[in-house]
């Protein structure tokens, strides 16, 4: 149980275009999800959280007019970077959180974005 | 206050040995702490928890100790396998759900 599916895994695309991935928590109904960036062999840093039905909460440093954030169900949350340069350019993981008390977050299989 | 700082940035063990990795916090708040497991390409999967109010937790090979005065945790992973070879992560869980990931440790087991 408590599956998140994360997609698309990879996708390479020009500078200036707009990329949109998709998280599903595929098992259980998530109040809340996660947008964390990664960078190769670094850790995960935490970029947005998303509740069903309401505006994100960036966390500090995160353009919120570069990375839009959508919660629109409560198993899906979408991370648009719209007009992608190549210093964009990471492993992009989302994670859900099921509704209740104490319950971990479960993450996705991450995307890696790669702009030229 | 809110960084978790983790220890060593890399780890050799030989098969059957004793992994043995090290978290550190400052801020008294924090009150879940979970570790990752993380191979290449992939993303976090929740290995163990543990909750401030416990002092130790053993889930087959895998045990967290905390030790809340001194405010740190580790994880020991008995009988370390090749297949152990992976990125873990200590988080710490704020106040306001979200997760403070330690600078990771890589794990190598050598058969």
């Known amino acids: 149980g408590a599956v998140v599916s994360q997609h698309p895994s990879w996708v390479i695309c020009k500078s200036g275009t707009s990329v949109k991935i998709e998280c599903r928590s595929l098992d259980f109904q998530a109040t809340t999800m996660f947008w964390y960036r990664q960078f190769p062999k670094q850790s995960l840093m935490l970029m947005a959280t998303?509740?069903?039905?309401?505006?994100?909460?960036?966390e500090q440093g995160v353009e919120k007019d570069k990375f839009l954030i959508n919660h629109a169900s409560l198993t899906l949350s979408t991370l648009t970077v719209t007009s992608a340069h190549p210093e964009d350019s990471s492993f992009y993981i989302c994670?859900?959180?099921?509704?209740?008390?104490?319950?971990?977050?479960?993450f996705g299989d991450g995307t890696r974005l790669s702009i030229l | 206050q809110q960084q978790v700082k983790q220890s060593p940035q890399s780890l050799i063990v030989q098969k059957g040995g004793i992994s043995i990795i090290n978290c550190a916090y400052e801020n008294t708040a924090f009150d879940y702490f979970p570790w990752y497991q993380q191979f290449p390409g992939k993303g976090p999967a929740l290995l163990i928890a543990?909750?401030?109010?416990?002092s130790e937790k053993k889930e087959g090979r895998f045990t967290i100790s905390f030790n809340k005065s001194a405010k740190q945790f580790s994880l020991h992973i008995m009988d370390s396998q090749p297949g152990d070879s992976a990125t873990y992560f200590c988080?710490?869980?704020?106040?306001?759900?979200?997760?403070?990931f330690g600078t990771g440790t890589r794990l190598q087991v050598f058969p």
């Open positions: 994670s859900a959180r099921p509704w209740g008390a104490n319950q971990p977050q479960h």
């Open positions: 543990i909750r401030p109010d416990v």
């Open positions: 988080a710490a869980r704020d106040g306001t759900d979200k997760l403070i």
């Open positions: 998303s509740n069903e039905g309401s505006k994100a909460t960036y």
